[in-house]
């Protein structure tokens, strides 16, 4: 849930990004961390491994503009993206505003994008939420890999509903990052002013 300070006259959003490992979900955030001007973001925390797998989360806080004279942070966090991590995935979805699931293209990880969905929905439905209950964009990235499945292909054992936004990417190269983040920003800001 978004918390608002109005002292500072501040609103803060929490957007996670959460997908199977090694689908691209720290690549975007180094990416937006990378093109964002100095005075707009906070400093990039990242916790990983020796292989460069994130262990815990990575943080960025972004300064996106204001809303009704508030000025609005977005905290994107990261999700681990091994199974065995799953209290810290489960963790970093408390109190979450927005959702970028990150689908990877190959072939050979179909089966992962699904199990990491249904590990979403299960996560999410401890804190008594559902998938519709809070914005999701879908963002299929990868689609450089020559042996890319169709963005359809994806979409139906992903959100088989057809009921996300969904960009296609590749996060490497910047492209489709942008706007996905725009996409979960604007949604995420609607449901707040219609007071969802």
């Not at 929490?14 to 090694?22: D, E, N, R, T």
């Not at 925390?45 to 262990?55: Q, Y």
């Not at 960025?60 to 681990?80: A, C, I, M, Q, W």
Request: proline share 5%; net charge positive; hydrophobic share 40%.
């Amino acid at each position: 849930m978004s918390t608002i300070n109005f002292a500072n006259r501040e609103i803060n959003f929490k957007i996670v990004y959460y997908g199977p490992g090694l689908s691209g979900k720290t690549t975007n955030l180094k990416w937006i961390y990378g093109k964002i001007p100095e005075g707009r973001k906070g400093e990039m925390v990242s916790l990983a491994t020796e292989d460069e797998r994130t262990l815990f989360f990575d943080f960025l806080p972004l300064d996106l503009g204001e809303v009704k004279g508030f000025k609005t942070r977005f905290h994107l966090y990261t999700v681990p993206g091994q199974v065995f991590y799953n209290a810290s995935r489960k963790l970093i979805l408390r109190g979450v505003d927005g959702i970028v699931f990150v689908a990877d293209s190959a072939p050979n990880r179909l089966r992962a994008n699904a199990e990491s969905m249904r590990n979403m929905r299960e996560n999410l439905a401890e804190y008594g939420l559902k998938v519709e209950d809070v914005p999701v964009v879908l963002q299929v990235n990868k689609r450089d890999l020559p042996d890319a499945l169709p963005v359809e292909m994806v979409r139906a054992v992903v959100d088989p509903e057809g009921r996300f936004p969904v960009f296609e990417a590749v996060a490497t190269e910047g492209k489709g990052v942008f706007e996905t983040l725009k996409e979960v920003s604007r949604l995420v800001l609607a449901r707040v002013a219609s007071g969802t």
